[in-house]
């Protein structure tokens, strides 16, 4: 597609539920990042996926969190027992492979607010 | 360990005024970039401009101007004769650069433009 498409956009879960995000980078894009928006903590970065390697999950808050990504493409990030805590903006990005050119940043996506009630 | 600091919580000025948003950072790599985006009340944060450590040069695009100086460790962003459409939540970033793996970018808490009529 022609920019990062999430979702859903809005999403109110009960706490103790298990909730999926969902993330359609742009196409061709083969590294794929999610980050945290919160009031009290900024952007956090979460995890990243880049081809067939082993994601980096340094960001991950806790055992609750987990995300997939599916042939290279789409990425789905659950959160289990979801807690109060976990009510932030989540953002998805995507970037081709930093070659010779260096690294020009990614393009997010418009976000998922989640909000656990 | 890396930090961005953006001091400036909130700032609010008259349409037509320039005005100045802050960036500081803190790295031990001799190589990294630094990155300003824009967070419109849309919420995609969009991307406005990389600059490369071995770069000082400052940079002019239209009626924003970027000045670097390694010195002081800043990364400073400037809008000249601001409009009400420059209102959204401005944040400085900081990657080192790595040849492969995960690009991660350190963000500062941001700074809220508000620009009135």
């Known amino acids: 597609g022609a920019g990062v498409s999430q979702s859903p956009s809005n999403k109110v879960t009960e706490k103790g539920k298990d909730v999926e995000l969902r993330c359609d980078p742009i196409?061709?894009?083969?590294?794929l990042y999610w980050y945290r928006q919160s009031l009290g903590q900024g952007l956090e970065f979460l995890i990243y996926f880049q081809g067939n390697s082993a994601p980096d999950k340094s960001g991950l808050p806790s055992d609750r969190f987990s995300a997939e990504r599916t042939g290279g493409s789409v990425s789905t990030l659950t959160i289990q027992r979801t807690q109060q805590e976990d009510s932030a903006v989540y953002l998805c990005?995507?970037?081709?492979?930093?070659?010779?050119?260096?690294?020009?940043?990614?393009?997010f996506g418009s976000g998922t607010r989640l909000t656990v009630v | 360990a890396q930090k961005v600091t953006q001091a400036q919580t909130e700032i609010s000025v008259v349409e037509k005024e320039d005005v100045t948003l802050d960036c500081v950072y803190e790295?031990?790599?001799?190589?990294?970039?630094l990155f300003w985006y824009k967070q419109p009340p849309s919420g995609e944060l969009v991307f406005l401009i990389r600059r490369n450590s071995f770069d000082e040069q400052n940079e002019i695009s239209g009626r924003y101007s970027w000045n670097f100086q390694k010195s002081t460790s800043s990364f400073n962003f400037t809008i000249t004769a601001s409009q009400v459409v420059d209102s959204a939540v401005y944040f400085c970033a900081l990657s080192e650069a790595r040849i492969q793996g995960a690009q991660k970018l350190v963000f500062g808490q941001g700074t809220r433009l508000t620009i009135n009529p």
């Open positions: 990005a995507s970037s081709p492979e930093g070659g010779t050119g260096g690294f020009y940043g990614y393009t």
């Open positions: 790295t031990r790599d001799t190589t990294y970039y």
């Open positions: 196409s061709g894009h083969t590294a």
